[in-house]
């Protein structure tokens, strides 16, 4: 559109000078400059669109506008949760096991306590660059969840009986997007993303694990264990990058992700908010600094076949407010044929958990990634 409207210009412009040959020369060449200038500021915009296009957000952002071609990616995330906290204060195990076990009268208290749990998440994506303003995106994240746990004495002194391990994992989700420019203003671009997600992974795995009885047992597994809810997805996004000098770059980023349909039970819906600067430190190396806030309703609904005595089985311990910051790096490299190579490594930790009840408390997370573009 911008070449046709500089076309436009450039030929009214020349058939004016042409049918007015009693035009000056002077006049004649500040038309001619005019025009000039026109055609580098459309360069400049091409160029700034060209620069943000090519430079890969924190490899913990997902939803870029890739800008043309094919582009395929690989990501691994590791979370580590160790403790435990009470509406966002830390709590002593002693003080888990006072409180009441809402989800029967057997035992009356809490007996089962986890102590940390390890998360990991690899997500493979595709993209195609259907044109320099459409995207669309294809990906499937598979899950793998591992928690270690303490089993408590149900009355008396409430003795240790002991600990315990329970393991899961199974393709989680399919997520199907579109990403579409929705303007671009000199080197600030905006984007929005329409998705649909489907929970494709078991929302009923089992495990063995060691019941205030002392007793080991085949149980359904709490829902923060479960691979997925088997619920569909609506998600929405909406991103500016913008380029505050030449080396640095702002971007925010933020997405709704709202339950579609479910079946007995669904995680809540799910509001992030991601804002982030990069720095080149160099032609290969990209700095970044990240802040990611989570807003997450609690679980919706319930499963019968969940009703162990651990803070995990109740679904009002679930979601809550987060505040994360994180630190990455990324490096362009040529490991394959036809180059476009990105390696990305980001690092985040929790400033702020005002999570909903009792829940664990969120450590760190490391994520990895591998991005090709051809």
């Known amino acids: 559109m911008r070449n046709t409207i500089s076309l436009l210009f450039f030929?009214?412009?020349?058939?004016?000078?042409?049918?007015?040959?009693?035009?000056?020369?002077?006049?004649?060449?500040?038309?001619?400059?005019?025009?000039?200038?026109?055609?580098?500021?459309?360069?400049?915009?091409?160029?700034?669109?060209?620069?943000?296009?090519?430079?890969?957000?924190?490899?913990?952002?997902?939803?870029?506008?890739?800008?043309?071609?094919?582009?395929?990616?690989?990501?691994?995330?590791?979370?580590?949760?160790?403790?435990?906290?009470?509406?966002?204060?830390n709590i002593a195990t002693a003080d888990i096991l006072q409180m009441p076990n809402p989800l029967g009268s057997m035992p009356a208290n809490l007996s089962v306590v986890p102590e940390c749990?390890?998360?990991?998440?690899?997500?493979?994506?595709?993209?195609?660059?259907?044109?320099?303003?459409?995207?669309f995106m294809l990906m499937g994240t598979f899950m793998s969840k591992d928690m270690t746990l303490n089993t408590y004495a149900p009355m008396m002194n409430r003795d240790l009986l002991g600990q315990f391990n329970t393991s899961s994992s199974d393709l989680s989700e399919l997520t199907f997007s579109t990403l579409f420019r929705i303007a671009q203003h000199g080197s600030s671009q905006w984007h929005g993303e329409v998705a649909y997600q489907k929970s494709v992974g078991a929302n009923d795995q089992q495990d063995m694990v060691l019941t205030p009885m002392n007793m080991m047992m085949e149980m359904v597994l709490p829902y923060g264990m479960q691979s997925g809810d088997g619920a569909s997805r609506l998600i929405l996004g909406l991103t500016n990058t913008r380029k505050i000098n030449?080396?640095?770059?702002?971007?925010?980023?933020?997405?709704?992700?709202?339950?579609?349909?479910?079946?007995?039970?669904?995680?809540?819906?799910?509001?992030?908010?991601?804002?982030?600067?990069?720095?080149?430190?160099?032609?290969?190396?990209?700095?970044?600094?990240?802040?990611?806030?989570?807003?997450?309703?609690?679980?919706?609904?319930?499963?019968?076949?969940?009703?162990?005595?651990?803070?995990?089985?109740?679904?009002?311990?679930?979601?809550?407010?987060?505040?994360?910051?994180?630190?990455?790096?990324?490096?362009k490299l040529n490991i394959f044929p036809g180059g476009n190579d990105v390696l990305g490594i980001e690092i985040l930790t929790p400033l702020m958990q005002d999570k909903n009840n009792l829940q664990m408390k969120t450590d760190y997370q490391v994520i990895v990634g591998y991005q090709k573009s051809f």
Not at 117 to 135: F, L, P, Q, R
Request: glycine fraction near 10%; hydrophobic fraction near 35%.
């Open 11 to 89: 030929l009214t412009t020349s058939i004016w000078a042409c049918s007015n040959p009693q035009s000056d020369g002077h006049g004649s060449m500040e038309n001619m400059q005019h025009d000039e200038h026109m055609m580098h500021e459309e360069h400049d915009m091409d160029h700034a669109d060209h620069m943000m296009m090519h430079d890969p957000y924190p490899v913990g952002v997902m939803g870029s506008l890739h800008h043309e071609g094919f582009m395929f990616s690989i990501k691994h995330g590791r979370m580590t949760m160790e403790g435990n906290i009470l509406d966002g204060d």
């Open 117 to 135: 749990m390890d998360m990991s998440m690899t997500m493979v994506e595709g993209m195609y660059a259907y044109s320099k303003n459409i995207t």
């Open 246 to 331: 030449e080396k640095l770059t702002w971007g925010n980023q933020l997405k709704r992700n709202t339950v579609l349909n479910d079946k007995d039970w669904s995680y809540g819906n799910r509001t992030e908010l991601n804002s982030w600067l990069q720095y080149p430190l160099n032609e290969t190396v990209n700095l970044s600094s990240r802040l990611k806030f989570i807003s997450q309703g609690a679980i919706s609904g319930n499963s019968p076949l969940i009703s162990a005595p651990v803070q995990t089985a109740n679904p009002a311990n679930y979601g809550g407010e987060e505040l994360h910051l994180g630190f990455g790096a990324n490096f």
